[in-house]
Structures are given as C-alpha cells and as structure tokens.
C-alpha cells in the first residue's frame, strides 16, 4: 500500500469522489481520499491522501485555496453556475470595470456568506442539493468565511469577466459569482472555475487522472507524488531523540525544547533519520526557557 499525498488535475465533468474511484482502481489501492471538494463543472488541483496519509486530511482540508474562473453577468441560475438553469436576467451594460473591481473588493475580508442552494453541505444528514432537487426549502444560514482576495484579471468581454480569487477552507466562488451581480445592481453566475493552489501545493505539479497508473513508473516518481515521511503541514515540525520517540510511539508526552511553538499548537513529530511518528499538540508551557509539553495525537509508528 502507498502512503503519501497525491496530486491530480482534475477534469471538468466528473465529481471528486470520481477522481477517488478512478485513483482506487489504477493503484489497486482502497484507502484513498480527499482534501476539499470540487464542483463537477470545476477544474484544478485535488489533493489525494493515500494510505496512512488519509489521517492527515482533517489538517490539509483547511489550507487556503487559489482559483482563477469567469463570471457571466446577466443572468443568474439556480445553482449559481453555468450547469444550472436560468432564473432571471438583468441588463448590465452599463457596468464598467472600475465598478466592478470595487463590488469585488468589498468582499475581502471576513464576511457572512450563504452556500449555494446545489451544493453538498448538510442539515440533518441531508445534503442541500438533494432538497433543492426535491423542491424542499433550502436552509439560508450563513457563514463566516474569509477571502483574501477577489480582483478582475481583465477587461469584460460581453458578458464575462475573468478573475483571481485567494480564500480560505469554505469559502465558495459560486456564492461570490452570484452575490457580485446583487451587488451590482444586476445579475450573474459563475461560468467556469480552476483550482490553482491549496496551500503550498500547486496544479502545474499534478497529473491528470488518467496518467495516475505510470505516474510510479519512474523512480522517483513525478512531483505529484509527495511520499508520507514529507508531506508538509500547516504548522511547525519538531525533531526528537530516540528515548522521545519511543515515548510517543506508546502515547506518552515528551518535552521539548522549541520557542516556535506554543500552548495549543499543532505540531508534526519527525525523528532523527526525518521519518513522521506522530501528530501532536502542545498542551503545556513549562517554565519560561521555551520548554513545551507535546502531546502525542496521531501515532503512525
């Protein structure tokens, strides 16, 4: 079985469960999964977990993500993008860019977001979109997320306006495409949509999914394929000795000596030949010479 992190394209028209399925049977492999969703309209960069990097998940789910996509003013849908049908249509020839980049920018920062009606969050174990299928009231509860940010990136040509947008885990660009147009006095929809980044990760180091089988062909493989002992993570890594490993490796704390890291932190847990034992948290600050009590959360060894 592989363990690590990989890196796939993904192709417009297909889910990301797809993508997982596809990946499962090239590899021979069932424990496969995912960090974030991706529209079936949407293209870009998917992380995959495999292995014992399916545990790491929950923390690479929330890095930031970078998109570039396309709005469509004049018509709103009832899924918020280009897959949808037609709600209502607004003039919007009027619009100059300069408009628009200020509506846009408005939304930066921290603000209240609703999700789409189509989408796959739940209320009461029901997915959103299985309710709007059935014509069921869709809850309007919003969110706090924060984007850090939506600007043009070009001119409008008829109807659409390319964009780049940075935000955080939850944040989605269709809510964003469709709120713009009310903002505007108009109406609009989300026409096309690509993953760039999520955290440091980037596209142009993936492969497309049908190339996964010869992507462990070479040796070492492409760039896509990052082996479990070096997938980053979001916070800091610390190094123990081999009495501090063995504690860990049996789900005692350890203490150690690291003024990057404080009380509540997440940290990830390497030994001396740089191979991952652990996930774990400080739980403690102890003295003021920048000992920490590490807390061992995710044992791997």
Request: glycine share 8%; hydrophobic share 35%; aromatic share 6%.
């Amino acid at each position: 079985m592989r363990d690590g992190l990989l890196l796939v394209d993904k192709d417009a028209g297909c889910t990301s469960h797809d993508i997982v399925q596809e990946v499962r049977r090239a590899l021979r492999q069932k424990k496969v999964g995912h960090c974030g969703t991706l529209d079936p309209d949407a293209t870009g960069l998917l992380l995959l977990t495999l292995g014992r990097g399916t545990r790491l998940t929950r923390f690479l789910i929330r890095a930031p993500k970078v998109y570039e996509g396309t709005v469509r003013f004049g018509q709103a849908t009832d899924t918020y993008d280009a897959s949808g049908e037609v709600t209502r249509e607004v003039p919007f020839e009027r619009l100059s860019l300069d408009e628009i980049t200020e509506a846009m920018l408005s939304f930066e920062g921290e603000i209240e977001q609703a999700p789409p009606p189509y989408c796959a969050k739940k209320v009461g174990g029901v997915k959103y979109y299985e309710l709007a299928r059935r014509g069921e009231e869709v809850p309007e509860k919003t969110k706090t997320v924060q984007v850090y940010g939506f600007s043009p990136e070009s001119e409008l040509e008829g109807s659409d306006l390319e964009f780049k947008l940075s935000c955080a885990s939850g944040t989605y660009a269709r809510s964003l495409a469709n709120d713009l147009g009310d903002k505007l006095g108009t109406a609009s929809h989300l026409a096309r949509l690509r993953r760039l980044q999520v955290g440091s990760f980037r596209v142009d180091q993936a492969v497309g999914s049908e190339d996964v089988a010869d992507l462990f062909a070479t040796d070492p493989p492409a760039a896509a394929w990052i082996p479990f002992d070096d997938i980053p993570l979001p916070f800091e890594e610390i190094r123990t000795d081999i009495q501090q490993e063995r504690r860990i490796t049996h789900g005692q704390s350890v203490l150690v000596r690291d003024p990057r890291i404080a009380e509540g932190d997440w940290v990830k847990v390497t030994n001396a030949r740089r191979e991952f034992v652990a996930v774990g948290s400080v739980v403690e600050t102890i003295g003021q010479d920048g000992v920490r009590l590490v807390q061992p959360k995710i044992v791997f060894k």
